[in-house]
Each structure stands twice: as structure tokens, then as C-alpha cells.
């Protein structure tokens, strides 16, 4: 199993609480299946950035983006996939047990609705992000 330092440990743990109060966990749907997508809109990119650190780099930010009724900008944190599934994985032990129902019940929805989703190229990157979550479930 990987050793994480303190730090890293600590920037995991306020990644999930910023996820936990400001992001969204929800099902995207393509011309090919369906997917876990994570993602968080924020006026200020800084905290996204910090985020997508935290998290290895693992997916994007994109922005600025506007609102025609509104001024004022904003930049959205989005990964989709297998990759979704893995953040979940590093940051579902410092989740919330509401946070943490959110995210099982769309991995349960996508797995029963479209299980060629989970199968192929990133079958493994998803047996180990599901092994760890269910680690922490109890």
C-alpha cells in the first residue's frame, strides 16, 4: 500500500471537506454509456486548482465561463469515468456519511444500469478504487 506524508494526508482531508460542501456527484450519460462524474462550479479558480491538486491532477478546470445575466465569471472542476471513481477512492475516507451515500448510490445506479461501463481498459483502476471504498464503509 502506498505511505502518504502528513501533508499530503492533510490537503486529501480538505479536499473531501470542500468536495463534501461545494461539489456534486452525478451520473453523465454519452453516446456511449453511462459515467460517474464528479465536478464543482466556483466563482474563484484558485480553490479549484488547489482541489485539482490535491487530487493528483486528476481531471480539469475549465474557465472562465459566464452567465449572460451575470457579470461575474466562473470555472468548473469536472472529471468523468474511471478517473471520477478514483478520486472518489482517495477522498471517500474524509467524506461525510451523506456525501458518502450520494457517491455509493450513483456507482450502484451506473453498475446496475450499465455494467459494460465497468468492464475493459479501466476495470482494474475501478477494482481498486471500489476495494478501498468499501474499506471505509463500515
Excluded: C
Excluded at 486528476?58 to 472562465?64: D, S
Excluded at 450502484?108 to 481498486?128: L, Q
Amino acid at each position: 500500500m502506498r505511505q502518504y506524508n502528513d501533508t499530503y494526508e492533510l490537503e486529501l482531508a480538505w479536499a473531501a471537506g470542500f468536495f463534501d460542501g461545494e461539489g456534486s456527484t452525478n451520473i453523465s450519460k454519452t453516446k456511449t454509456g453511462w459515467y460517474l462524474r464528479i465536478s464543482i462550479v466556483q466563482n474563484d479558480r484558485e480553490v479549484l486548482d488547489r482541489f485539482h491538486k490535491a487530487i493528483g491532477g486528476l481531471g480539469k478546470v475549465t474557465g472562465p465561463n459566464q452567465y449572460s445575466y451575470n457579470k461575474n465569471p466562473w470555472y468548473r472542476y469536472s472529471l468523468v469515468g474511471s478517473k471520477a471513481h478514483a478520486a472518489l477512492g482517495l477522498l471517500f475516507p474524509y467524506l461525510s456519511s451523506i456525501k458518502r451515500a450520494q457517491a455509493l448510490a450513483v456507482i450502484e445506479k451506473i453498475k446496475k444500469n450499465a455494467p459494460m461501463v465497468y468492464a475493459g481498459s479501466n476495470e482494474k483502476r475501478i477494482n481498486e478504487a471500489n476495494e478501498f471504498i468499501e474499506r471505509w464503509e463500515t
